[in-house]
């Protein structure tokens, strides 16, 4: 099956400050990207997603880019605030509803 | 607009013990998921349900059983609980195979 890295486990950054976590997968046949968030005690949710006919996504303060070649996407996360603290998760997937996730990025924002 | 509702949100079992989580969702969605969450491991999938009336093993099947009762409830059951299976259990739903997942609110399991 796919295999999902993610890096870094936790990450820290000043409020205004960016933050990039970035995932490496191993099925070269994936096709699909999402990123979800996870507050403290809540479920996760969807923030952005990617398809592989696309290297760049942007919604508001939050971007995701693709490189297909080496298998890697990352998230990026501009003018960071406090309310962006939370656990964040990328997937792959080929479809087949067979998603895998990363083991999790811990972001704190420190006002 | 509920979303995807699972009960219950708390169970202790006793090691041995037998119990079903219940999910339901109220979008039409076509596909089911249970998903297990344990510190340092991400999310892993146990079952999936692409379409009412089929359901597939995904990445840690193993101690479980599931039922797509209907195209709403999609059940997960614990036939003889073990510590090793003391997680967080979230169910989700998507429209289909690439779709958006919503997930339920999460059921935490202890087995002691």
């Known amino acids: 099956g796919e295999n999902v890295e993610q890096h870094p486990s936790t990450l820290s950054v000043q409020e205004g400050d960016s933050a990039v976590i970035k995932c490496t997968y191993s099925d070269s046949a994936s096709n699909y990207f999402p990123w979800y968030k996870q507050e403290l005690g809540k479920r996760p949710q969807l923030i952005i997603d990617i398809r592989s006919n696309v290297g760049e996504k942007k919604d508001q303060r939050i971007a995701v880019t693709l490189n297909k070649t080496a298998k890697h996407f990352s998230l990026h996360i501009t003018e960071t605030q406090p309310e962006d603290s939370a656990v964040y998760f990328c997937a792959a997937s080929k479809g087949a509803n067979n998603l895998f996730f990363g083991t999790g990025t811990r972001l704190t924002v420190i006002p | 607009n509920a979303g995807v509702t699972q009960t219950p949100k708390f169970q202790v079992l006793k090691t041995g013990q037998s119990m079903t989580l219940q999910c339901a969702q109220d979008?039409?969605?076509?596909?089911m998921y249970w998903y297990r969450q344990d510190p340092g491991m991400g999310l892993r999938l146990i079952y999936y349900s692409a379409s009412e009336g089929t359901t597939d093993k995904g990445e840690v099947p193993n101690g479980y059983n599931v039922s797509r009762l209907n195209k709403r409830e999609f059940s997960l059951r614990l036939e003889s609980a073990a510590p090793s299976q003391t997680s967080v259990y979230f169910c989700a739903s998507s429209e289909s195979a690439l779709g958006v997942l919503t997930f339920g609110a999460g059921s935490r399991l202890t087995v002691l």
């Open positions: 979008m039409n969605h076509n596909s």
